[in-house]
């Protein structure tokens, strides 16, 4: 068979094994190739076959086993911080599973339901292209040249609605003018990319693109962190980058603050931890701006968890993991929760939709007393209009995230 070009990547593994405490999949089924060495061992396997391993009666092929063992895997890039060798981990697994679409033994089937409704209707829920706008909220206006496109993603215009809506008032009551593409916001592609499916992204990419470009906006906002990276990274691989500066929402929202252009009305009375989304941390390098705008928060007592920044431990639901294995998932999950309770912080807040969508569910899986919120809905809380105080035995902070029923088709 032929193999991509990773050989560079194969040879430089030391087999050390340091990646594989720090694998989350592997906690969920602790087989030895489901780790990163497990999946580079069988992969120096493959490459190095010949008509020796046919004579000793040894298989030597991309079985279903193997397969399943490369899809066991969130590409939340942890094995990648602590690799010795330095080997792009998280490059090289969105490689192999290109590989493997491109030779019919992948993806998994809850990912080829999904690239089927990407290609029919431009999201993966196989919701209508007509309905994508219709989460924004009537009392925001919006604007025909305006200053910022929000960039909803396909979980924020059919499911978790309400985190891009807090976003939008947020933006809103700081005077930013806004709009959104509409029918033409399409799915960003990112849980394709990651579980290997390359064919809908220039289309994707393209129509973004040229719409966006048309509308004369400066910035490009999104409270998706997969949307995030894919977006700023992955459009200039297939067609072009936007023309527009792209922000993750909290980084648009420090930029605001620090110009005072955002009020902060309210305090916000809870001691909080903060949980890295995999895609807007380890893939992107942003840390600092959500807690930035956490300890501006008046109220907040912020405390962090001992696996945190570019150690911190993944949500459970990237990587096409969530979809496929959506039990280990929620297992991941759990972990993570057990992680915020040590704290003693009575909010986990993040800055994902999966993130906050799959450790819900986490914590109500294990009855925790955990709240699980976004950035957004806390600052929708804390710049609202004045909320006259309560007694102490009140709590005037907004409603976290409750678990959902898994939904038909997850994108991550």
């Known amino acids: 068979m032929k193999m991509p070009r990773i050989q560079k990547e194969l040879t430089a593994c030391l087999q050390c094994g340091y990646c594989i405490n720090v694998c989350e999949t592997h906690g969920q089924t602790p087989w030895e190739s489901v780790t990163p060495r497990g999946k580079i061992y069988y992969l120096n396997q493959l490459s190095q076959a010949d008509g020796m391993d046919k004579l000793l009666n040894r298989e030597v092929s991309l079985n279903p086993y193997f397969v399943d063992a490369m899809y066991k895997c969130t590409g939340c ?18 490689k192999v599973r290109a590989w493997l679409v491109k030779e019919g033994v992948a993806p998994m089937k809850a990912h080829k339901i999904m690239a089927d409704k990407v290609e029919e209707n431009h999201n993966p829920y196989g919701e209508p292209s007509s309905k994508r706008g219709d989460w924004w909220p009537e009392d925001v ?11 909803a993603g396909c979980t924020g215009s059919y499911r978790e609605k309400g985190i891009c809506q807090s976003g939008v008032r947020v933006m809103h009551r700081a005077g930013v003018k806004m709009n959104i593409l509409g029918e033409a916001e399409r799915c960003c592609t990112s849980p394709l ?16 693109v040229e719409k966006a470009d048309g509308m004369g906006a400066k910035d490009m906002v999104m409270t998706c962190s997969g949307c995030y990276k894919t977006v700023s ?26 110009e005072r252009k955002l009020p902060f009305n309210n305090e916000f009375k809870a001691k909080v931890t903060y949980h890295d989304p995999c895609h807007m941390g380890r893939h992107m390098g ?3 701006a959500p807690r930035n705008v956490l300890k501006k928060i008046k109220g907040i007592e912020f405390v962090e968890m001992g696996r945190t920044r570019e150690n911190s431990r993944c949500c459970g639901a990237g990587g096409g993991y969530r979809s496929q294995y959506t039990d280990f998932a929620i297992g991941v999950g759990m972990e993570r929760i057990r992680d915020a309770e040590a704290t003693g912080a009575e909010i986990l807040i993040t800055c994902c939709p999966f993130c906050v969508l799959n450790l819900a569910q986490a914590a109500a899986k294990m009855k925790s007393k955990m709240k699980v919120m976004d950035l957004a809905d806390v600052l929708l809380h804390v710049t609202g209009p004045k909320i006259e105080e ?18 038909k088709a997850e994108t991550e």
């Not at 206006?141 to 960039?151: E, Q, R």
């Not at 005037?396 to 995230?401: F, I, K, L, V």
Request: charged letters at 20%; glycine letters at 4%; aromatic letters at 12%.
């Open 286 to 288: 942003v840390y600092d």
């Open 77 to 94: 890039g942890n094995c990648e911080v602590v690799c010795h060798a330095n080997i792009p981990l998280m490059e090289l697994w969105e």
């Open 141 to 151: 206006p919006k604007t025909d040249v305006p200053d910022v496109i929000f960039f």
């Open 233 to 258: 990274t992955d459009f200039g691989k297939y067609y072009s980058k936007v023309g527009q500066n792209v922000y993750h929402f909290s980084q648009y929202v420090e930029n605001l603050i620090n």
């Open 390 to 407: 309560k007694p102490a035995d009140e709590c005037a902070c907004p409603p976290a995230a409750t678990a959902k029923p898994a939904a």
């Open 193 to 208: 990319i990651r579980t290997g499916t390359l064919d809908y992204s220039l289309d994707c990419a393209q129509t973004v």
